[in-house]
């Protein structure tokens, strides 16, 4: 088991970038995922939808995120994990991911830093969210 991380109320971890997205991407989440929706793949389909472009799948966005914060606190040490879809992402973005401590607590002798979290695409965030995860005293 790793250590917990130090950090205080305000730190903001180390960002991580990841893109452009590809179709591939995509091709490869809906195989994981079993989404086949057309809005992913299709372009034809979309054109009659009102999206400029194939959309990724907001679960991808989302376990990306997930990914950053499990490699930089520990998936050991996550506690909750949540998130809300707020813009589409489109093939050639790519996302920043990244967080910042709000408050810690102690609870039943654990230090809990809660954090919001934020993927942004090109033109802003695509998905924000909020994480509990064990921390250490910074």
Do not use: C
Not at 41 to 54: I, L, M, N, S, Y
Not at 91 to 118: F, K, R, Y
Request: glycine share 14%; net charge negative; charged share 15%.
């Amino acid at each position: 088991m790793r250590t917990p991380a130090k950090v205080r109320v305000g730190d903001a971890p180390d960002t991580r970038v990841v893109g452009p997205i590809s179709q591939t991407d995509i091709v490869r989440f809906a195989g994981a995922g079993g989404d086949f929706n057309p809005l992913h793949h299709d372009p034809g389909f979309v054109a009659t939808t009102g999206f400029p472009g194939v959309i990724a799948m907001g679960q991808m966005q989302a376990g990306i995120l997930a990914g950053w914060l499990s490699d930089t606190f520990g998936v050991e040490h996550v506690r909750s994990f949540g998130v809300r879809f707020v813009a589409p992402v489109l093939l050639g973005d790519t996302l920043t991911l990244g967080g910042t401590v709000v408050t810690i607590t102690e609870t039943n002798g654990e230090s809990l830093a809660t954090l919001d979290l934020v993927a942004s695409g090109d033109k802003g965030p695509v998905v924000t969210g909020s994480a509990t995860v064990v921390v250490a005293a910074a």
